[in-house]
Each structure stands twice: as structure tokens, then as C-alpha cells.
């Protein structure tokens, strides 16, 4: 079993920026690819950015130039660089861990969903 935890979320002017962390807990022997999405109210869930475990990434056409995804598989933590915020960012965002191979109790391969963390951009 695992799960993650998002954090880092805030308040915060356009053209700001902020920093969000999403730590993966559990028994975890590997992960994939991490991916982060975001959701405003009322609106569908959309895919922010991706990173693989080589390193790969990449970015919704709204946020390249401005978003960064980093992170690696052995430290179980991914982070997105939010740089240039604008309001239409204000939104929760979810950290996506595909393909989590953890071993207790049983050994599994699955998908798991952080709790969301809030970004509130204002103008």
C-alpha cells in the first residue's frame, strides 16, 4: 500500500510563484511516472505535467514556459515549480503516481491519488 501527500499550496498574487511537494509513503519499490493534474471548481480535472522515471517530462501547452516537474523515483517525492502564476491557475492540484510497486503487504502494481493541495491565485 501506499499514498501521497501534497503540499505547498497557497495564496498568492499574478506573477507569483510557489512551490508544491508530493511525498509518496508506503512500501514502495518503485514508481513509474508521476504526474500532476489540477482541478477548478466546476471544471474537469486536467494533466498539468508528467515525469518519468527517466527523468522525462512534459507539460500542458497552458503552463510550459512557466511550470517546472521535478523529481526522482529513489527519493518517493516529485515537485512542481509554479512560476508566473496567473488567476486561471487558482485551482487544486492532485499528485498521480502511476505504476507504484509496493510489497506489503502483498506485492502490487497500482495507481495512487494525493488528497489535493489548494493554489488561489489572485489578480
Do not use: H
Amino acid at each position: 500500500q501506499a499514498q501521497l501527500r501534497e503540499s505547498g499550496g497557497g495564496l498568492v498574487q499574478a506573477g507569483g510563484s510557489l512551490r508544491l511537494s508530493c511525498q509518496a509513503y508506503g512500501s514502495i519499490a518503485s514508481i513509474n511516472e508521476m504526474v500532476w493534474y489540477r482541478q477548478a471548481p466546476g471544471k474537469q480535472r486536467e494533466l498539468v505535467a508528467t515525469i518519468d522515471s527517466g527523468g522525462y517530462t512534459n507539460y500542458a501547452d497552458s503552463v510550459k514556459g512557466r511550470f517546472t516537474i521535478s523529481g526522482d523515483n529513489a527519493e518517493k517525492t516529485v515537485y512542481l515549480q509554479l512560476n508566473s502564476l496567473k488567476p486561471e491557475d487558482t485551482a487544486v492540484y492532485y499528485c498521480n503516481a502511476l505504476g507504484v510497486v509496493t510489497t506489503a503487504p502483498e506485492y502490487r502494481i497500482s495507481d495512487y491519488w494525493g488528497q489535493g493541495t489548494q493554489v488561489t491565485v489572485s489578480s
